[in-house]
């Protein structure tokens, strides 16, 4: 039977939380938002969580999901999300709360404490009632007997008339001694677990898009191939451990394996004969193609060719063209009504 992951669409555009202002990185931490991002927008990012008790295990691995600064681009751009400054979030959400909804909070965290040592108590007290359960079931008369013959150093011979039973009879609860809901009742007024809440919706608001920060500042020549590869509806993921920028998928990776080692570049920039070389061999010695691009050069007023100017293009408004649908993915179209072109290269090694 499959697994329907059909969920309810995200509130847009919904947060994106900006951890840094010295090193930018990027955190969604709703599961729904990333469920959807994944299925409709073929968006993965890491995730990056890991639990208190096992701080270094990075196999299974929970929330948040770190996207990569050209995701959070994308998505900004396109209206479906928007940055929030996580610090200054806090600090203002925080010194907004009343009184009143600060100790209603506190009187929450209290009361999921006190629940989560009720239950950790009540399991202590059942798994001791078992145990207790199999000695009584344990000790046989012959067992008690043989134990009393070691003591005493005679033998005891049962009367005529007396059946030895196999199952002794149920030892009664001494008068005084309390019971599992006794205990419990003592053991949560006692003392109630501190818990460490693990979002912060609520008792802060939920920030609003007013509050959105300008656009992640990302490198032009590896957005450029980043969009590019995206409007082809390729996934990707970061890939410093292959040594390029992207990874680059034909669907989701829990299906496919990656088919390119991606690296963006401008279109003048030399390339060294030997990063050829390395990256060819590398991207065939682990069945992938070694892929570079960029942005196209055109020809300006002068006739002459210039390579495009991704960066200062991208500081304009972006616009919608009426045929851009019709148009290849590959042309892009900037808010001063230029084209420009992303332009890919696929290498790979012969020799081996």
């Known amino acids: 039977m499959a697994v329907s992951v059909d969920g309810p669409s995200p ?18 931490y709703d599961n729904n938002v990333i469920t959807w ?11 990056i969580g890991t639990l208190p008790q096992i701080p270094q295990q990075n196999v299974f691995l929970g929330l948040p999901l770190e996207l990569m600064p050209e995701e959070a681009r994308l998505l900004c751009e396109k209206g479906l999300a928007h940055t929030v400054d996580d610090l200054e979030w806090h600090q203002l959400g925080t010194y907004s709360l009343t009184s009143d909804e600060r ?33 009584r079931l344990g000790s046989t008369p012959d067992r008690d007997s043989r134990s009393s013959n070691i003591d ?3 033998d005891s011979v049962p009367n005529e008339g007396e059946t ?13 001694s309390p019971s599992i809901s006794e205990s419990l009742e003592y053991s949560y007024s006692k003392k109630a677990w501190s818990i460490t809440p693990a979002t912060a919706l609520p008792p802060l608001p939920t920030p609003s898009s007013s509050t959105g920060r300008p656009l992640p500042n990302v490198k032009a020549s590896s957005y450029a191939l980043f969009k590019h590869l995206h409007a082809h509806h ?7 451990r292959f040594g390029c920028q992207f990874l680059v998928y034909p669907g989701d990776p829990l299906r496919f394996h990656s088919h390119f080692l991606a690296i963006g570049m401008d279109w003048d920039e030399e390339i060294d004969l030997l990063d050829l070389i390395g990256g060819g061999r590398l991207g065939t010695g682990v069945k992938k ?12 007023d002068q006739n002459n060719y210039a390579a495009d100017s991704v960066a200062k293009e991208m500081s304009h408004d972006r616009t919608t063209s009426p045929n851009r649908d019709a148009m290849d993915g590959a042309a892009e179209y900037w808010g001063n009504g230029s084209v420009s072109r992303v332009r890919t290269f696929c290498i790979e090694w012969g020799g081996m």
Not at 11 to 28: C, D, G, M
Not at 164 to 176: D, H, I, K, S, V
Not at 234 to 240: A, H
């Open 289 to 300: 193609g070694w892929l570079i691009g960029g942005v196209e050069a055109r020809m300006d």
């Open 103 to 135: 100790n209603a909070f506190m009187r929450d965290i209290a009361r999921e404490g006190g629940e989560a040592a009720k239950a950790a108590e009540r399991k202590k007290l059942e798994s001791t009632e078992r145990a207790m359960r199999r000695l």
């Open 37 to 47: 991002l994944r299925k409709t927008h073929h968006i993965l990012g890491v995730l």
């Open 152 to 154: 005493n150093n005679k």
């Open 164 to 176: 030895e039973t196999l199952f002794p009879p149920a030892t009664p609860r001494r008068a005084g």
């Open 11 to 28: 509130v847009l555009p919904f947060p994106i939380f900006r951890i840094s202002s010295a090193v930018e990185r990027y955190f969604l």
């Open 234 to 240: 390729y996934n990707m993921s970061p890939g410093l």
